[in-house]
């Protein structure tokens, strides 16, 4: 089937698409001092994930990522949401070329199709495979979630279950040096103890997780439903703060997502406590990737001024403290 990196395949981007993009982040930055100014202190990384423009072709995506002022980005490998690579179809090292034609200076993650461990029988498939992709194209997280227990699974079942599906994957990111983070997204890591019980499975030091502030906040995520997404609760709201003190330790890339209700809203704007998750990463000395995450449910132009407003609200925050 036809992707989003397909549709690069015929070249490269021209010198005039990555001059474009890259003066337009140039005077992003050249107007906003403070943010420029954070930028150089900062120790934790700024980027955005490509989700943002799900709707628009990967390289447009890139672009308005880079025209933003975001000197990393994160795409997805989960069709039909989020197409923008197919790790069965795409050429990695072509994905690595147009990220630096871009001007970027790296992919910080990729979300792996069949990304739902317990209960969809692909999901070591599509999650190794998603790993030997990230390793030829320069990135060094793939993301996955455990995903919702069926009904008729005791918990039991469903933590052994786990534990033999992460002893596959974890064999092959091993090998290829590429970390396996396990987002908030299903029956059990939407809570500290949960998170806790999901990273005990393994001792292998490529497990750690994706923390996202939104999922926690509002314990669920945007799941498939037919022609349409819903967003099912899953339990009891956690404070996303003292989720995050409790397995800091384990995190290695994090989404930075601001909601109210369902809706993805710029960093500051809605009821996440961003600054308060920000804190508790810098106290612990992470030094890792905060990507900006949406849904992906506004129109281009919507979206860019969301992730203008986000990176210099972040930028701001992170010079702050």
């Known amino acids: 089937r036809e992707t989003a990196m397909s549709e690069k395949k015929t070249g490269k981007m021209t010198r005039r698409e990555a001059l474009a993009a890259s003066m337009a982040a140039a005077g992003l930055a050249a107007a906003n001092g403070v943010a420029a100014a954070a930028a150089s202190r900062a120790q934790m990384k700024v980027g955005c994930g490509t989700v943002t ?37 795409d050429d990695p090292a072509e994905f690595r070329r147009l990220v630096t034609d871009f001007g970027f200076r790296g992919a910080t993650a990729l979300w792996a199709p069949h ?11 599509g999650i190794t495979r998603s790993i030997r992709w990230a390793k030829e194209a320069g990135i060094p997280v793939v993301n996955a979630g455990d995903g919702v227990k069926p009904k008729e699974m005791s ?65 669920t995520y945007a799941q498939g439903a037919p022609g349409a997404y819903r967003w099912p609760a899953y339990g009891k709201r956690q404070d996303e703060v003292t989720t995050l003190k409790a397995v800091v ?51 281009p132009e919507s979206g860019q001024r969301l992730i203008e407003a986000s990176r210099t609200y972040l930028m701001k925050a992170l010079a702050a403290d």
């Open 53 to 89: 423009f799900r709707k628009r072709p990967l390289k447009e995506a890139l672009e308005r990522i880079r025209r933003a002022g975001y000197e990393y980005a994160e795409p997805q490998a989960v069709g039909p949401w989020c197409p923008h690579v197919n790790v069965w179809e």
């Open 249 to 299: 330790d384990r995190v290695v890339h994090v989404h930075v997502k601001d909601v109210v209700g369902a809706k993805c809203v710029a960093l500051g704007q809605g009821t996440v406590n961003i600054i308060g998750c920000l804190r508790v990463l810098k106290k612990h000395g992470y030094t890792g990737v905060l990507s900006l995450e949406t849904e992906g449910n506004l129109d």
């Open 155 to 219: 918990d039991e079942e469903a933590f052994k279950l786990l534990r033999d599906r992460l002893a596959q994957i974890l064999e092959v990111a091993e090998l290829c040096r590429v970390y396996l983070a396990i987002e908030p997204h299903g029956t059990y890591s939407l809570t500290a103890d949960g998170l806790k019980q999901i990273m005990a499975l393994s001792d292998s030091k490529w497990l750690g997780i994706n923390y996202d502030t939104a999922n926690v906040h509002r314990v």
């Open 115 to 125: 990304g739902a461990i317990i209960p969809d029988a692909k999901s070591v498939d």
